[in-house]
């Protein structure tokens, strides 16, 4: 059984930064991609940016600049990093993992953008 868990998400100050990290666990054969995504109150979850398993990223487009992906060789790990955090940043980011023909979702972590 395939299992993401996210963490790092908490409180932070408007300008600051924060890495989240996305720890997968179970067996994925064949990764695609693994991707984060948020979601702020009463909106839809948008795509933030995705990994692919042969290492490019992609972002969207209102976040290019301020994020970065990254993961570990195998990625079992895959991080984000977000700089120039505003208020409107804050939502529950997710990560999610495609591979083998599904895709698999973590439970998300908070992140609040508050002074």
């Known amino acids: 059984q395939v299992q993401l868990v996210e963490s790092g998400g908490g409180l932070v100050q408007p300008g600051g930064s924060l890495r989240l990290s996305c720890a997968i666990s179970?067996?994925?054969?064949?990764?695609?991609?693994v991707g984060w995504y948020r979601q702020a109150s009463g909106k839809q979850r948008e795509l933030v940016g995705t990994?692919?398993?042969?290492?490019?990223?992609k972002y969207a487009d209102e976040l290019k600049g301020r994020s970065t992906i990254y993961a570990d060789l195998d990625m079992h790990t895959v991080y984000l990093v977000m700089n120039s955090l505003r208020p409107d940043d804050t939502a529950v980011y997710y990560c999610?993992?495609?591979?083998?023909?599904?895709?698999?979702w973590g439970q998300g972590t908070q992140v609040t953008v508050s002074s």
């Open positions: 990994i692919f398993s042969t290492g490019p990223t």
């Open positions: 999610k993992a495609r591979g083998d023909g599904s895709s698999y």
């Open positions: 179970g067996s994925i054969n064949r990764y695609d991609s």
